[in-house]
């Protein structure tokens, strides 16, 4: 199996250069020249399979440069009790017999972006061996927090590989702050860039376009490349974790094998959906796929209507991972969806550059809107399902999963569509635990209050602009708080962060990022 790009360049390539270099050379993402399909059996065949098999069958079927032995210790490797608190890695809870969550956060960074980052950098070091690359690579990852922290995991110390992280200076939990700043590694770099994630986004992809750089990074011996989910190598990966919940409803007898299932699937940049998109394309049976956004509803306007219009507030929420305009990988879809025409989708992309949108034909849109359905959760709304869903349930969730909650339950009071569904739980509670123990109710006063009142700021600051030392005085007495309340028990991974002092405390320019990357790079 051939990649080939978006945007209409007619080269192709193969997996590993794909996951090696990241982009297309006209700036378009790389996607598979036709898909694979699965079969029921096949599905049912691995239902007695431990996730990292799983995961090799699936991702097997798009890496056909990679041998199943490699495969098979590549997700060995990465899916295992030493890097995940949970056995299954990937587990179902159930809620109801109709309602259940897909748990992506037992991973060493509390994060979804764990079932992917933990792979990827054994797909990426292998990938550069086979296609017989000298250079140095440098990835480069703008994020919105959870994907910085795994990739910064990921690639700690990988051999010829450097990585540089930015986030929006404002746009990140302090936890998830702290997670990057303090990062260890010889190899890895952190700054924070004043502006949002579109800002930050869109200043690492005009990195990415700087030819003149590619160049004077050539001559001396490094490349760029990226771990964002731009990156083929970090979004197949994430197949596999929709097929691992269906094989787990069928084994848990919650379904029967080929009973369709929903996924609901809280998303800022649309890779985490366009997976389950890809999984229900080679076989998985799906009946809808939920996309929920937050007040950033770029999404949600976009599959009602067909008009994707940036132009629009940029709001800061609770739930930061999904403040994003620009939604990446739509591209992708687009290009599925206009029959592989190249030409229009780098139209789209070109409309969306000059003018901050663009509109699809509605043949396009009812192809669209036949597999997904979407809804957006306000902040309010955000709070109260997480009160609602602790009080009914006793069962703690994020603030990116309460997204996806509340828009579920109002897809189904919209259509009365009775088929199980998952809910895909994107990150640990206890990354967002100021804003979790508001919405319960236990937000004003002194912090550690037994019973009722816990502080509302980090050291009384409070907010994305507290930095790690403030974090280490009073924050963490959030995250205690949140365990003594419910409780549930703190990720271990979050606990050791009280150990760790900040290594980076850069903040910087939208257009100082180029030069951050060339000192990085030594100048």
């Known amino acids: 199996m051939r990649y080939q790009s978006t945007r209409g360049d007619n080269s192709r390539v193969t997996a590993a250069e794909a996951i090696a270099y990241g982009l297309a050379n006209d700036g378009g993402l790389y996607v598979p020249e036709f898909f694979p399909f699965i079969s029921l059996d096949e599905i049912v065949s691995l239902v007695s399979k431990p996730y990292c098999q799983r995961a090799s069958a699936v991702m097997g079927l798009f890496l056909e440069d990679f041998s199943a032995d490699e495969l098979n210790t590549h997700t ?5 009790t030493s890097g995940f608190s949970h056995s299954d890695i990937a587990p179902l809870h159930k809620q109801d017999s109709n309602t259940f969550f897909l748990e992506l956060w037992h991973g060493p960074t509390a994060a979804f972006k764990d079932m992917a980052l933990q792979v990827m950098p054994r797909l990426s070091a292998a990938s550069l061996k086979k296609i017989g690359e000298k250079r140095e690579v440098c990835i480069l990852v703008a994020t919105s927090g959870d994907t910085g922290k795994a990739a910064l995991q990921g690639f700690c110390d990988v051999p010829d590989t450097r990585i540089m992280v930015f986030f929006p200076n404002d746009g990140v939990s302090d936890v998830q702050r702290l997670q990057m700043t303090t990062q260890r590694g010889n190899n890895v770099n952190v700054a924070a860039v004043r502006g949002n994630f579109d800002d930050t986004q869109t200043g690492v992809k005009a990195i990415f ?8 990074l050539d001559e001396r011996g490094v490349f760029l490349s990226s771990a964002n989910s731009i990156n083929w190598g970090r979004l197949v990966p994430q197949i596999a974790y929709y097929f691992s919940a269906y094989c787990d409803l069928i084994g848990n007898g919650e379904i029967e094998a080929g009973d369709m299932v ?3 699937v809280p998303t800022g940049n649309f890779g985490n959906i366009l997976a389950a998109y890809y999984a229900m394309k080679i076989g998985l049976p799906i009946n809808k796929l939920i996309c929920a956004s937050n007040r ?3 999404l949600t306007q976009f599959i009602s209507t067909g008009v994707y219009d940036k132009n629009r507030a940029f709001h800061t929420t609770i739930s930061p991972s999904m403040d994003i305009l620009v939604s990446s990988n739509l591209e992708r879809l687009l290009f599925e969806l206009s029959d592989k025409d190249g030409g229009i989708v780098a139209s789209y992309m070109s409309a969306l550059f000059d003018k901050g949108s663009y509109d699809v034909p509605q043949s396009v849109l009812e192809k669209i809107r036949r597999v997904f359905a979407c809804g957006f959760c306000s902040e309010e709304d955000t ?5 609602a869903v602790w009080r009914e349930y006793g069962y703690l969730i994020d603030t990116h ?4 909650y509340k828009t579920l339950c109002d897809y189904r009071a919209a259509t009365e569509d009775k088929t199980p569904s998952v809910i895909v739980s994107t990150a640990s509670p206890f990354k967002f635990c100021d804003s979790v123990l508001e919405a319960l109710g236990w937000s004003a006063g002194s912090i550690g209050g037994v019973g009722g009142d816990i502080g509302g700021g980090i050291c009384g600051v409070g907010g994305s602009n507290a930095d790690s030392s403030d974090l280490n005085c009073g924050g963490f007495a ?3 708080a949140l365990s003594e309340q419910t409780g549930v028990a703190m990720p271990a991974p979050l606990s050791e962060l009280r150990e760790l002092k900040p290594r980076f405390n850069k903040v910087i320019d939208i257009g100082e990022m180029k030069s951050a990357v060339v000192d990085f790079l030594g100048g």
Request: some cysteine.
């Open 262 to 264: 929903n996924f609901c």
């Open 401 to 404: 999963t309460a997204v996806a």
């Open 209 to 216: 376009a700087d030819n003149a750089l590619h160049s004077a």
């Open 478 to 480: 959030l995250i205690d």
């Open 296 to 298: 950033n509803d770029v």
């Open 76 to 80: 060995k490797a990465a899916y295992n």
């Open 383 to 387: 709070k109260s399902t997480i009160a």
